[in-house]
């Protein structure tokens, strides 16, 4: 469990540098505040027990109380990240306007992807509120809870419809299979057997393999397929590689298998996939 915020504290910000090898070492979930994260730089998969997403530079991944969560690396680009916590109480004048369900609908998605126009607007709200909270001048809190509620209608107002780089699980998922993907994502390019899966969370194969499907609704090699294609997906978008250079770096041993799997995913090979989110990339 993440600290709680201290006693009379509404509002915290931050912005950290961190190593592209960075790990949360234990899953965290807050008790009395609301989190907002700001990606300036860096990719990273973050596990839940309801879904497992990515986030990229220009993303906003945004927690409620009581969400276990975890994140380890998806690139080796350094990761350099803002990070609001608040309580309701410091949204007051929000939730007075629009009523409680306000942050159940900011909430509603865990991870918030903008257009390339959007994503430079969002980044100045952080930068404000990280100025102005360190400025501790006469109108600060009142200054916060203004950009702070403004910047939440903005995610709201802004945020494009998810893609498929993500995954949603059936059921909440227990300790050991959060554990189980966790290990999945770091091992991927392996190829991990499902016996050395579920030997790392304390099943044997059989056992593990029906708690794996009863809790993600998927068989254990779909949802493989799933997180090394979300892989792909950042490489085609990120980089410059050629098919065949992704494939042996997501664990394809043939480029034509991840063609194949990838284009059941999406409907396109990966380079209509490039060529078409590229033409799209400042719409």
């Given amino acids: 469990m993440s600290k709680p ?4 504290t509404l509002f915290y910000i931050e912005k950290r540098y961190l190593d592209s090898c960075y790990t949360m070492p ?11 994260g700001y990606c300036i730089s860096g990719d990273r998969v973050l596990v839940t027990p309801t879904c497992s ?8 991944g945004t927690m409620p109380p009581f969400v276990y969560h975890r994140s380890l690396p998806l690139s080796d680009t350094p990761y350099h990240r803002y990070l609001i916590k608040f309580t309701p109480a410091f949204v007051y004048p929000l939730i007075n306007d629009f009523g409680h369900t306000i942050l159940e609908d900011v909430y509603s998605r865990l991870f918030n992807r903008f257009s390339d126009t959007k994503k430079h607007r969002i980044c100045l709200y952080f930068e404000e509120l990280l100025e102005i909270y360190q400025s501790n001048g006469r109108y600060t809190n009142f200054r916060l809870q203004c950009i702070l509620c ?5 995610i709201l107002e802004y945020r ?13 998922l227990t300790p050991p299979i959060i554990d189980a993907i966790y290990y999945m994502e ?4 392996e190829n991990p057997s499902l016996k050395a899966t579920a030997l790392f969370s304390g099943y044997s194969a059989s056992h ?5 499907h009863a809790q993600t609704g998927k068989n254990y090699s779909d949802y493989l397929t799933d997180i090394r294609l979300r892989h792909v997906q950042h490489l085609l978008l990120n980089t410059k590689k050629s098919i065949t250079e992704i494939a042996l770096e997501t664990g394809y041993l043939y480029s034509g298998n991840l063609s194949e799997q990838f284009k059941r995913l999406t409907g396109m090979s990966p380079l209509q996939y490039r060529k078409a989110h590229h033409s799209q990339k400042d719409i």
Avoid at 5 to 8: D, F, I, K, S
Avoid at 186 to 189: A, E, G, I, L, T
């Fill in 160 to 172: 494009l419809t998810p893609d498929t780089q993500h995954t949603i699980h059936t059921t909440l």
């Fill in 186 to 189: 770091q091992h991927y390019q």
């Fill in 26 to 36: 234990t899953m965290e979930a807050s008790s009395n505040y609301y989190e907002i």
């Fill in 150 to 154: 403004d910047l939440l209608l903005a």
């Fill in 208 to 212: 593990f393999s029906r708690l794996f």
């Fill in 53 to 60: 997403y990515s986030l990229h530079q220009g993303d906003i």
């Fill in 5 to 8: 915020l201290p006693e009379n």
